[in-house]
């Protein structure tokens, strides 16, 4: 495919406005916004304001019935990932999707079979699988430095940080920072562990200080931004912690949160028979020549993590290739999501 792809992006939110607009105008090059869509016709209207469209659409629809892009950006809430990665791969369109794959695993699996059915490129837009770091890890991966990864601890907590308006929703969102942030730290650690097969886990999920409390018994106001959030639905869980069992004795712990009473965290420790490694800086825990003991921080330079995540996404497009986080890792990773709200609710281990 020869010259600049052409892409229309779906849900011209916070995710749109903050990465991946700024992304777009920096790939100019290599991609062309050609329409924008979303439900909030302000929002449209200022999105392609913003990319010199004469006109927007407040339907995937519509746009697929007057559009012919190269791919989608779906950029909207979990809930409607379905409907809208659907409606592209059955007009023969690629997509991209922003994490989570779906609200549920059988919205996933629902896209999954268009996607498969179709024959389209579909990629599963999981920023942090392309940091210059965890590119660089993987190189190093590869050449076996780690030697068998066999364990690995990941955190995203927060001490507060509850995401505002449809994200506290749980028919919207699906879930609350399992899905939303917690997403993040299990697809990076897997991947990096060299996606083993998932065999089980046993999560717990809590629900004991949400509701934008900042103190047990305390309601109202956001600590971040004083805002009262009376008036938002607040159904999903604060935060969680998973054990996860993989094919051959291998395991993860997960531990995520928006709102908790500690420290701030948001770090990804991968052991190996050789080696190990945490990230910010990437180091490397392992052995010199003399068997003494060694940590050895490694250089990666790379660009912004979103502009590498769609620049890997429209070379896949435009060279026929598979992403790296392709639908089949994105439907393993929703249902390990989605074992998580399973093992929380029968307070035992679950098969994935």
């Known amino acids: 495919m020869a010259g600049k792809l052409k892409v229309a992006i779906v849900g011209c939110g916070s995710i749109a406005n903050w990465c991946h607009f700024p992304a777009y105008k920096t790939l100019a090059d290599m991609v062309e916004v050609v329409a924008v869509c979303d439900i909030n016709e302000e929002r449209a209207k ?17 746009l ?28 023969g369109v690629n997509v991209l999707c922003e994490k989570p794959l779906a609200a549920t695993v059988e919205q996933g699996l629902a ?50 940080g509850i995401p505002g308006g449809w994200f506290t929703n749980k028919e919207i969102a699906g879930g609350g920072p399992v899905l939303d942030i917690g997403v993040h730290a299990i697809d990076r650690t897997w991947y990096l562990m060299g996606k083993p097969k998932p065999v089980s886990v046993s999560a717990e999920t809590s ?43 291998k395991t993860m712990t ?64 435009r060279d026929g290739k598979a992403p790296i986080s392709g639908i089949d890792d994105a439907v393993t990773v929703q249902k390990m999501l989605d074992g998580i709200y399973r093992s929380a609710q029968a307070h035992k281990e679950v098969a994935l």
């Not at 190269?70 to 409606?87: E, F, K």
């Not at 965890?134 to 190093?140: A, D, G, H, V």
């Not at 701030?264 to 010199?288: M, N, R, V």
């Not at 060694?294 to 896949?316: L, Q």
């Open 111 to 160: 896209i999954e079979k268009a996607v498969k059915e179709n024959g389209v490129n579909f990629m599963l837009a999981v920023v942090t699988r392309y940091g210059a770091e965890q590119k660089k890890y993987m190189e190093l991966f590869n050449e076996g430095v780690f030697g068998e990864v066999y364990a690995a601890r990941t955190k995203y907590v927060r001490r507060r």
């Open 64 to 91: 697929l019935a007057n559009e012919k892009p190269d791919y989608i950006d779906c950029c909207t809430w979990p809930s409607a990932h379905a409907p809208v990665c659907i409606a592209a791969a059955n007009a």
């Open 254 to 317: 997960a531990d995520v949160s928006w709102t908790i009473n500690g420290v701030e965290s948001a770090t990804t420790q991968i052991y190996g028979t050789k080696a190990g490694c945490t990230f910010e800086p990437l180091t490397i825990y392992g052995e010199d020549e003399n068997y003494h003991l060694s940590d050895t921080k490694v250089e990666a330079e790379g660009e912004e993590f979103f502009t590498a995540e769609i620049r890997h996404f429209i070379e896949c497009v």
């Open 207 to 249: 629900y004991r200080i949400g509701n934008y409390n900042t103190a047990e018994g305390t309601f109202s106001w956001d600590a971040q931004s004083g805002e009262n959030k009376d008036e938002h639905i607040f159904n999903v869980e604060d935060s969680a912690v998973a054990f996860f069992r993989f094919e051959g004795g």
């Open 46 to 62: 200022k999105a392609a304001e913003e990319f010199s469209l004469t006109k927007y659409y407040l339907t995937v629809e519509e």
